[in-house]
Structure formats: structure tokens, C-alpha cells
């Protein structure tokens, strides 16, 4: 019979609550099946917040996977409408690149016909146009500046390397046009122009072999070409005066002048101040009276000049 009391006693679990306002003690009894069903609970319980833990966990992890994916393939998207858009510009560029070197090649031809037609023949067609192909010079002067200007634009807009591949005849041609006289030489409005006229003093009709061009009194008087002086000095009517040679036959005359800059033997270059404007030698008021001469005959001097 004590045996079998102690094998009951065995499968029981006693809790024995002591509370503090009373003296009365309380025991639970827990039995054995009771007691595994308790651990049982505790255990799945347990396993279940765990569970719930890992998969949130997982889901938290997922979460910023795909945000980093998302991101990715913007950036992605970005990278290939930029590489795209690159595509566009290499393509584009290239095909300029064509144009250009096209553009350059039949400039380069044209620049050789024109520089051994004015400056190898060492301005032959000067003498020819007081001829009757007396328009000729000054045409095709007009367009070698044209020319040279739509080259400009060219060379502006492309690197150093496509400038070294231009050809000697055309570095010839702007020395050409350097020391050819198309600077205005003094800011003002022509007052008298080149041909016959009536003589300001005894109104006798008179050639009038260049130009006037009235301005203040003490302006800046600029070299229309690069030269080398070949007078600076008082020359009667022209009173203070400058005469420059340009070379292939071509001078400038520069009179009336209050004050010469530029001396005589000295090299000049186009746009460099040489006198100021005066009225000396035989004039009626400040002006300056401007020539220009090919082979020693005096020409119009507008045909020259740049267009205002």
C-alpha cells in the first residue's frame, strides 16, 4: 500500500504559493500528464515566436533586397539611356568629323588656285585690272577674304588637329590678305570721294586721287596693311605725311596729318596706329586724305576696304 501512495505522489508536481498578506498556503498540484502538456505548450509557443522571428526576419531582408534591386535597375536604366544618348553624340560627331574634312579638303584646292593665281604670280592680275578684265582683282580679293573668313568658323569650332592638317597655301593667303589694304584707316564718313571734283580752293574741277575721310582733330591714323614706312615725313600739299609699302606693288598714302607716330625704315603691321589726324599741307580743315596706289597709279581706295 506504501508503494503504490508513492508512485502516485511521483507523477504529481506540487507549487506551493506563499502569500504575504495571509498565513494561509496554497499548493497546486500538477500531474504528470498536466505537467508534459505545460512544456509541451511552452515549447511550441517558443517555436512559434521564433518561427515568426525567422520570417520576419526574412521578410525584412526581402524587403531590402528588393529596394536595392529596384535601385539597381533604375540605375541601371539611367546607364543605358546615358550610353544611348553618348551613342547619339559619337555618331553625330562623327558625322561632322566627315563634313568637316570635307569641307577642309576642297577649301585646301580652292586655296592653292587662288594663291598661285595672286601671290606666286606676284600680282600680274594688278597690272591687268586697269585692263578690261578690270573687275577681275577686286573680285576675287573680295572673295579670298570671304574665304578666309568662312575658314575661321571652321577652325573655331575644331581642335588643334584638324588645324595642323591645313595646307601651306593657305597660311600664304593670310599673309596675303595681311598686307593687302582693307583696314579702314581712321573712324569718320567720307567727305570727299576718289575721282574729279572741284578743287576746294579755286573750284577748278580736279582728280582727286584718294579719299577723304573726315574725323576729330588728333584721332588715331592706323596702318590699312602691314608694310615697311618708306616716308614719315612734311611732303608739301600732303603736309605731315606717311606712305607705306605693302609689297607686290601695292602703297598707301597717308596725309595732312597733325602728328606722324610710325618712322621711316620702320615695319608696321595692319591695324598699328602710325599718325594722328591733322589738317597740315594744303587742307581746309582736320581730315584725313588716304590713297592707295598699284604700280605707282592711284586707285579707288573703297574698292579695297572692308565694307562698313
Given at each position: 500500500?506504501?508503494?503504490?501512495?508513492?508512485?502516485?505522489?511521483?507523477?504529481?508536481?506540487?507549487?506551493?504559493?506563499?502569500?504575504?498578506?495571509?498565513?494561509?498556503?496554497?499548493?497546486?498540484?500538477?500531474?504528470?500528464?498536466?505537467?508534459?502538456?505545460?512544456?509541451?505548450?511552452?515549447?511550441?509557443?517558443?517555436?512559434?515566436?521564433?518561427?515568426?522571428?525567422?520570417?520576419?526576419?526574412?521578410?525584412?531582408?526581402?524587403?531590402?533586397?528588393?529596394?536595392?534591386?529596384?535601385?539597381?535597375?533604375?540605375?541601371?536604366?539611367?546607364?543605358?539611356?546615358?550610353?544611348?544618348?553618348?551613342?547619339?553624340?559619337?555618331?553625330?560627331?562623327?558625322?561632322?568629323?566627315?563634313q568637316y574634312s570635307k569641307n577642309i579638303s576642297d577649301f585646301s584646292e580652292k586655296y592653292k588656285q587662288m594663291t598661285e593665281n595672286f601671290v606666286d604670280e606676284n600680282?600680274?592680275?594688278?597690272?591687268?585690272?586697269?585692263?578690261?578684265?578690270?573687275?577681275?582683282?577686286?573680285?576675287?580679293?573680295?572673295?579670298?577674304?570671304?574665304?578666309?573668313?568662312?575658314?575661321?568658323?571652321?577652325?573655331?569650332?575644331?581642335?588643334?588637329?584638324?588645324?595642323?592638317?591645313?595646307?601651306?597655301s593657305e597660311k600664304k593667303l593670310q599673309t596675303y590678305i595681311e598686307y593687302f589694304p582693307t583696314l579702314w584707316p581712321a573712324n569718320g564718313i567720307i567727305s570727299s570721294?576718289?575721282?574729279?571734283?572741284?578743287?576746294?580752293?579755286?573750284?577748278?574741277?580736279?582728280?582727286?586721287?584718294?579719299?577723304?575721310?573726315?574725323?576729330?582733330?588728333?584721332?588715331?591714323?592706323?596702318?590699312?596693311?602691314?608694310?615697311?614706312?618708306?616716308?614719315?615725313?612734311?611732303?608739301?600739299?600732303?603736309?605731315?605725311?606717311?606712305?607705306?609699302?605693302?609689297?607686290?606693288?601695292?602703297?598707301?598714302?597717308?596725309?595732312?596729318?597733325?602728328?606722324?607716330?610710325?618712322?621711316?625704315?620702320?615695319?608696321?603691321?595692319?591695324?598699328?596706329?602710325?599718325?594722328?589726324?591733322?589738317?597740315?599741307?594744303?587742307?581746309?580743315?582736320?581730315?584725313?586724305?588716304?590713297e592707295v596706289r598699284i604700280n605707282g597709279t592711284p586707285e579707288d581706295p573703297v574698292k579695297y576696304l572692308d565694307k562698313k
Amino acid at each position: 500500500m506504501r508503494k503504490t501512495s508513492k508512485t502516485k505522489r511521483d507523477k504529481c508536481l506540487s507549487i506551493i504559493l506563499v502569500p504575504h498578506s495571509t498565513n494561509e498556503i496554497k499548493t497546486i498540484k500538477i500531474t504528470s500528464v498536466r505537467y508534459k502538456l505545460y512544456i509541451l505548450s511552452t515549447i511550441a509557443v517558443t517555436f512559434t515566436i521564433c518561427i515568426g522571428l525567422y520570417f520576419a526576419s526574412i521578410i525584412h531582408t526581402n524587403k531590402a533586397l528588393k529596394s536595392a534591386l529596384d535601385e539597381a535597375n533604375n540605375k541601371n536604366k539611367e546607364q543605358t539611356t546615358l550610353l544611348a544618348q553618348n551613342a547619339q553624340q559619337i555618331s553625330d560627331l562623327l558625322e561632322r568629323e566627315k563634313q568637316y574634312s570635307k569641307n577642309i579638303s576642297d577649301f585646301s584646292e580652292k586655296y592653292k588656285q587662288m594663291t598661285e593665281n595672286f601671290v606666286d604670280e606676284n600680282m600680274e592680275n594688278v597690272t591687268a585690272s586697269r585692263g578690261s578684265s578690270g573687275r577681275s582683282f577686286i573680285e576675287n580679293a573680295s572673295e579670298l577674304k570671304k574665304i578666309l573668313e568662312h575658314l575661321q568658323e571652321i577652325n573655331d569650332s575644331k581642335d588643334s588637329d584638324v588645324t595642323n592638317k591645313l595646307s601651306d597655301s593657305e597660311k600664304k593667303l593670310q599673309t596675303y590678305i595681311e598686307y593687302f589694304p582693307t583696314l579702314w584707316p581712321a573712324n569718320g564718313i567720307i567727305s570727299s570721294p576718289f575721282g574729279y571734283r572741284a578743287d576746294p580752293f579755286n573750284s577748278s574741277e580736279k582728280r582727286h586721287q584718294g579719299i577723304d575721310i573726315a574725323a576729330q582733330y588728333g584721332e588715331n591714323i592706323k596702318a590699312s596693311a602691314s608694310g615697311k614706312v618708306i616716308l614719315s615725313a612734311y611732303n608739301g600739299n600732303y603736309g605731315n605725311c606717311i606712305i607705306i609699302n605693302h609689297n607686290n606693288g601695292i602703297t598707301t598714302l597717308y596725309a595732312h596729318a597733325s602728328s606722324l607716330i610710325a618712322k621711316e625704315g620702320q615695319t608696321v603691321k595692319k591695324g598699328d596706329i602710325i599718325a594722328k589726324v591733322g589738317s597740315t599741307g594744303r587742307s581746309t580743315g582736320p581730315h584725313l586724305h588716304f590713297e592707295v596706289r598699284i604700280n605707282g597709279t592711284p586707285e579707288d581706295p573703297v574698292k579695297y576696304l572692308d565694307k562698313k
